[in-house]
């Protein structure tokens, strides 16, 4: 997918949303001539490199990708977001008639009554024709309830939201749920947050909720891969005529995403209009005194099937650490009086 944007200044800057200072060259604009070309991959393996989001409508094969551009203007600090799509309609071709087929013959019976004859024109005097819109999927994080717009840049252990949503025209008619998540460090390393619908680890990241099914809503903390400041999560969301049911996980909370069983034979289910695969951004920082979130985010990455309760264990024991430190700190000054005081 190939975009155009023509430069209204010099000092405009063009970029990819979500991904300003992301350092992949292949999501960055080619200036030349005053004009800002971007070259998006669509195959495969490539699509969310750059974090394009594909819709697949299940019914009729067609493919829709798209992302957002942000345009900032230095003059006036104002923003401008395009959304560009590439839509992808497969046509079937129907096998032509064998020869053994053309040889037989048929005859025609007549069905209508005799003195029937057809009208030489026929009026029409309207026409309907609706069909339903094609899901545009928002991916949002709040800090501290508050949306946060461009590149969010936080420390790990930060509580946060993460919201998918489908657009004002989209929402009256359809539901969402998710049925997978991972995060990755956008290089090797990739963790699953999500299968079938429930949450991995509720602690770092809880189960998807909504309240009319087209808004849902899951609380994490942020964390991040030891070699890398950028984690990016990865999902598919299939959408639902009206609402989604969810499932029950082994916690008794309830997910919004689909059965082992549901996935087996989602070929047939006439409920599952569209599968959409997104992701979003997110950058992660360390900073000095986060001893104990850095404990937990580096031990999250971890394979394992007991990381969960690893992870405590060494959440106390920097807790541990650092308490005998305050106690000597105490006493020196305790000693440090009496000795004033016999002085």
């Known amino acids: 997918?190939?975009?155009?944007?023509?430069?209204?200044?010099?000092?405009?800057?063009?970029?990819?949303?979500?991904?300003?200072?992301?350092?992949?060259?292949?999501?960055?604009?080619?200036?030349?001539?005053?004009?800002?070309?971007?070259?998006?991959?669509?195959?495969?393996?490539?699509?969310?490199?750059?974090?394009?989001?594909?819709?697949?409508?299940?019914?009729?094969?067609?493919?829709?990708?798209?992302?957002r551009i942000i345009v900032e203007e230095p003059a006036d600090s104002s923003k401008h977001t395009f959304t560009v799509k590439c839509v992808i309609t497969e046509v079937l071709v129907k096998p032509a008639v064998s020869a053994i087929a053309s040889n037989h013959t048929t005859v025609r019976r007549s069905v209508f009554p005799a003195g029937f004859q057809e009208p030489d024109m026929v009026e029409i005097r309207d026409e309907i024709s609706e069909s339903a819109p094609v899901p545009i999927l928002?991916?949002?994080?709040?800090?501290?309830?508050?949306?946060?717009?461009?590149?969010?840049?936080?420390?790990?252990?930060?509580?946060?939201?993460?919201?998918?949503?489908?657009?004002?025209?989209?929402?009256?008619?359809?539901?969402?749920?998710?049925?997978?998540?991972?995060?990755?460090?956008?290089?090797?390393?990739?963790?699953?947050?999500?299968?079938?619908?429930?949450?991995?680890?509720?602690?770092?990241?809880?189960?998807?909720?909504?309240?009319?099914?087209?808004?849902?809503?899951?609380?994490?903390?942020?964390?991040?891969?030891?070699?890398?400041?950028?984690?990016?999560?990865?999902?598919?969301?299939?959408?639902?005529?009206?609402?989604?049911q969810g499932i029950e996980c082994i916690n008794g909370q309830v997910g919004f995403g689909r059965k082992k069983r549901a996935i087996e034979v989602s070929s047939s289910d006439k409920n599952k209009i569209f599968e959409v695969t997104m992701s979003t951004f997110i950058k992660v920082d360390f900073e000095e005194d986060a001893i104990v979130d850095k404990a937990l985010s580096e031990l999250y990455i971890r394979k394992g099937k007991n990381r969960t309760k690893a992870r405590a264990v060494i959440a106390e024991e920097v807790r541990e650490q650092a308490v005998p430190t305050t106690i000597r700190t105490e006493e020196s000054v305790l000693a440090l009086l009496c000795l004033c005081n016999i002085l």
Not at 11 to 34: M, T, V, W
Not at 173 to 196: P, R
Request: proline content about 5%; aromatic content about 10%.
């Open 138 to 244: 928002g991916v949002g994080v709040r800090q501290g309830g508050t949306l946060v717009t461009g590149e969010l840049n936080v420390s790990p252990g930060t509580p946060l939201q993460m919201e998918i949503f489908l657009d004002n025209h989209s929402a009256p008619i359809y539901g969402l749920l998710v049925s997978y998540m991972l995060v990755t460090d956008t290089k090797s390393q990739e963790e699953t947050i999500i299968i079938n619908g429930c949450s991995v680890d509720p602690y770092l990241f809880e189960n998807f909720n909504t309240v009319d099914g087209d808004f849902l809503t899951a609380k994490f903390r942020a964390f991040k891969f030891p070699e890398s400041t950028y984690v990016q999560f990865r999902g598919t969301v299939n959408v639902c005529l009206d609402k989604c």
């Open 1 to 67: 997918m190939e975009v155009d944007i023509v430069r209204s200044s010099p000092r405009a800057s063009i970029y990819l949303q979500q991904l300003k200072d992301f350092p992949d060259e292949a999501c960055k604009p080619r200036l030349s001539n005053g004009v800002a070309t971007f070259r998006l991959s669509l195959l495969e393996e490539d699509i969310l490199r750059c974090g394009i989001t594909k819709v697949v409508n299940k019914v009729t094969g067609q493919k829709v990708y798209f992302h």
